[in-house]
């Protein structure tokens, strides 16, 4: 199970602003079919059967093309961009509160896919944490403690069918080291290169660490698997991605930033989380639960007569989000969340009542961070350069979206525009 004390400290992956400083075929085809997956934690649909191959220990293993995904397709002239959603999830891991088969469920029932962001040290049991080696900390540190036998096992079979199903797996990278003592944001490149090796090794190698040697492996290859990630607290991003461009990533999601067409830094797709309304207030705050929790209460144990209030706040301003968006550029909207139930469960309930909402819409892709880097790739950059140039919420005149994407001249190639900056204010509390 995991640990009690690591669970506040996940949250406090958020941070800047004020947020508060606290804080295929077009895609069309690449969410999850029809079928039906097992209830509650049960392992979903395998997909098409394929030959094992273990790699390693046996801790992954290649098992062919995931199942549930299909391949980008480029947009036609003049062709309206599909609106993309991205539900992600920092350091995904079942616990008692089975929030990870519970989305998973949810993921299915909408027809969409999510990305989780697993903490390496969560497939790592207590015993064995000194194998641990964090930067600028002593062997066996971590800020969320680590795992025991029966949470990995559970983490082990959520991770395989959120797979399957065509989800993707994505790292929040190890220990959650926050903050000027020792915390992420200090770590130079080297050193996380070696935070990301380490993220790798625990979940290629979790059947030695663990003795779990009768468990089913994870059917991927983790080194190609993990092509992006969120750093605890959103800190160290510069460093990280200097470290990440050489080791197989292809995004990251640590930035802060508004709702405009992604642009590259580093060779990668930047996709932040991004400024959203809070309704009733006079500022904008992250598009992630912990932000939302930290404007309104400041405490995972507000007031239990405002519950009802808080989500409803965030699920309205994630919603005027997706709203100004749909309606205008089209740009994607990128929302990450918590596997917690802080203040009585109301962002977990936000969060549903979001995807139950927009992820059933004309045109709209719930899609994780890699399709929509496979997206992404799969345009031509002319056009994705004038999708750039939308403001947020801004649609082409007299939304005329034909005219804007069609035939672009070859001189607007390098003509991207600047990247936009987070407008939001500080929280005022």
Known sequence: MLAATKRVAIGAAVTA????????????????????????????????????????????????????VAR???MKPGQKPPQFVVFSWDGAGEDSQKLFSHFRQVSRKYKMTMTYFLSGVYLLPEEKAKLYDPPQHSPGSSDIGFNDTQGIKDTLRELRAAWREGSEVGTHFNGHFCGEDGGVGTWSVDEWKSEIKQAKSFV?????????????????????EMVGGRTPCLEGQKNMMQAAKTMGFRYDSSGIGNQVWPKKTEGMWDLPLQLVPVPGRDFETLSMDYNFMYNQSGTVNGDPAQHTFWGDQMRDGLLEAFGRAYRGNRAPLIIGNHFE?????????????????????????????RQLADWLDAQDPAVLAKLRGLRVGQAPKGGAWGPYTGVVNAGSRASASPSAKPTGHPAQH
């Not at 804080?23 to 395998?46: L, T």
Request: net charge positive; glycine share 12%.
């Open 17 to 68: 602003l004020a947020v508060g400083l606290a804080g295929c075929s077009d895609v069309s085809d690449s969410r999850v079919g029809s079928k039906k997956g097992a209830p509650g934690a049960k392992e979903g649909p395998a997909g098409a059967k394929s030959v094992v191959q273990l790699i390693g220990d046996g801790s992954t293993a290649f098992t062919g093309a995931q199942p549930n």
């Open 72 to 74: 980008p397709t480029r």
């Open 204 to 224: 290629k190698n979790w059947k030695t660490n663990s003795g779990l040697k009768n468990e089913a492996p994870l059917p991927f290859n983790y080194d190609k």
């Open 341 to 369: 139930s802080w203040n009585g469960g109301t962002y977990m309930r936000a969060i549903e009542e979001t995807i139950k909402t927009v992820c059933v819409q004309k045109e709209v892709r719930c899609v994780t961070f």
